[in-house]
């Protein structure tokens, strides 16, 4: 069984950095691709990023495109989604999840494995 566990959250100030990971275990992820999305009170969760743990080939949503990297430590299982530049409105939970396949969807109901997200706060 796939399991997904987030870490890197917390608050921040406008302008600020942080960096989110999700170590993954259950697989070889070889075949698998990793997402970001996110979720702020009231609203419908939100892709934000996604890789392909083979080659590494990347997809962002354009909010965050110049502003956040994904990236994969094969070695660790862990994917890394560094965000700087950070705005209030990238306050949201954050969870990370997987598919199996190399397909980079943007829809959250193409993945099947879910971790339980991290918050991030965005505020002075």
């Known amino acids: 069984q796939v399991q997904l566990v987030e870490s890197g959250g917390g608050l921040v100030q406008p302008g600020g950095s942080l960096r989110l990971s999700c170590a993954a275990s259950?697989?070889?992820?070889?075949?698998?691709?990793t997402g970001w999305f996110r979720q702020a009170p009231g609203k419908e969760r939100q892709f934000v990023a996604a890789?392909?743990?083979?080659?590494?080939?990347?997809r962002y949503t354009d909010s965050a495109k110049g502003r956040f990297t994904i990236s994969r430590d094969k070695a660790n299982n862990t994917v890394y989604l560094q965000m700087n530049s950070l705005k209030p409105e990238d306050t949201a939970v954050y969870y990370c999840?997987?598919?199996?396949?190399?397909?980079?969807?943007?829809?959250?109901?193409?993945?099947?494995?879910w971790g339980r997200g991290t918050q991030v706060t965005v505020s002075s």
């Open positions: 999840a997987a598919k199996y396949g190399t397909m980079l969807y943007q829809l959250s109901d193409r993945y099947d494995y």
């Open positions: 890789i392909r743990w083979s080659g590494g080939s990347t």
């Open positions: 259950g697989r070889t992820f070889s075949s698998y691709v």
